[in-house]
């Protein structure tokens, strides 16, 4: 599977499913300023959503998630 697909494939994840998966990502939707975190339509939302909505940098939001991820994850 190619990069890119696995950015979408991350892309179509909710915001939900996120922090229920990786609870230590509140922290990072805190640190990108958004409203995620208690947010009514975080069950709808994907991380798609959230980038275009805050107008975020993709390739950046996905760096940094990742980054976090990893670092959380130890």
């Keep these: 599977m190619s990069i890119m697909n696995k950015d979408l494939e991350v892309l179509d994840v909710t915001v939900s499913d996120l922090l229920k998966s ?3 990502t509140v922290s990072f939707f805190i640190s990108q300023h ?33 980054k976090y991820m990893v670092q959380n994850k130890q």
């Design 22 to 24: 990786t609870p230590s």
């Design 34 to 66: 958004t409203s995620c975190v208690g947010c009514r339509l975080a069950h709808f939302c994907t991380l798609h959503d959230v980038i275009k909505t805050y107008e975020l940098d993709e390739e950046k939001f996905l760096k940094e998630l990742a």
